[in-house]
T-cell receptor, first 112, second 113 residues
Framework: GEDVEQSLFLSVREGDSSVINCTYT??????LYWYKQEPGAGLQLLTY?????DMKQDQRLTVLLNKKDKHLSLRIADTQTGDSAIYFC????????????FGSGTRLQVQP | DTEVTQTPKHLVMGMTNKKSLKCEQH?????MYWYKQKAKKPPELMFV???????INESVPSRFSPECPNSSLLNLHLHALQPEDSALYLC????????????FGDGTRLSIL
């Protein structure tokens, strides 16, 4: 089945690194995504990783994938107040449907 | 700025009204999606169009009627909605082939009186 889990809340100080974690259960996932949602806005695609990769880096963002443990993480370096938002991980089920399964979202609060 | 444009941004309607939500993209994407998002929850898939044909309907009530007039446009026609249908309605698009990321609009915030 498809199930994606995230912790609900993370608070960090400005300038620190943030690590947002996600676990998934579908071993046949092909792509795993991170989206950011600010209040009153839609979802902004941040980055994604193919399931045969271990790591992907894009400027301040680093995605780590541990396929054995079905664990995905998003690290934000030098976290800024503008990074405060809800972060969703999502997996694309490879069972033929073009559909994403989202985690419950992690609310990141950045304190000045 | 998002490349998927949704109108209107806000909509208030009574339970007997008929209204439509609109979504437009000019990225040449061939798959388009409607999602419903309740407060403090992740988006839930409603419909998927692939090459202008409905490919997924997630058992959505018939008071929601999607339409894809062409590859750039996606509508969601609303009729006789219930208060529990109040939510943020998100449109997304992706390239027609599989394993392509979905790009979302900013949504329409719908309130049913």
């Amino acid at each position: 089945g498809e199930d994606v889990e995230q912790s609900l809340f993370l608070s960090v100080r400005e300038g620190d690194s943030s690590v947002i974690n996600c676990t998934y259960t579908d071993s046949s996932s092909t792509y795993l995504y991170w989206y950011k949602q600010e209040p009153g806005a839609g979802l902004q695609l941040l980055t994604y990783i193919f399931s045969n990769m271990d790591m992907k880096q894009d400027q301040r963002l680093t995605v780590l994938l541990n396929k054995k443990d079905k664990h995905l993480s998003l690290r934000i370096a030098d976290t800024q107040t503008g990074d405060s938002a809800i972060y969703f991980c999502a997996e694309e089920f490879s069972g033929g449907r073009r559909a994403l399964t989202f985690g419950s979202g992690t609310r990141l609060q950045v304190q000045p | 700025d998002t490349e998927v444009t949704q109108t209107p941004k806000h909509l208030v309607m009574g339970m007997t009204n008929k209204k439509s939500l609109k979504c437009e993209q000019h990225m040449g994407h061939r798959a388009m999606y409607w999602y419903k998002q309740k407060a403090k929850k992740p988006p839930e898939l409603m419909f998927v169009y692939s090459y202008e044909k409905l490919s997924i309907n997630e058992s959505v009530p018939s008071r929601f009627s999607p339409e894809c007039p062409n590859s750039s446009l996606l509508n969601l026609h609303l009729h006789a909605l219930q208060p529990e249908d109040s939510a943020l309605y998100l449109c997304a698009s992706s390239q027609g082939s599989r394993n392509q990321p979905q790009h979302f609009g900013d949504g329409t915030r719908l309130s049913i009186l």
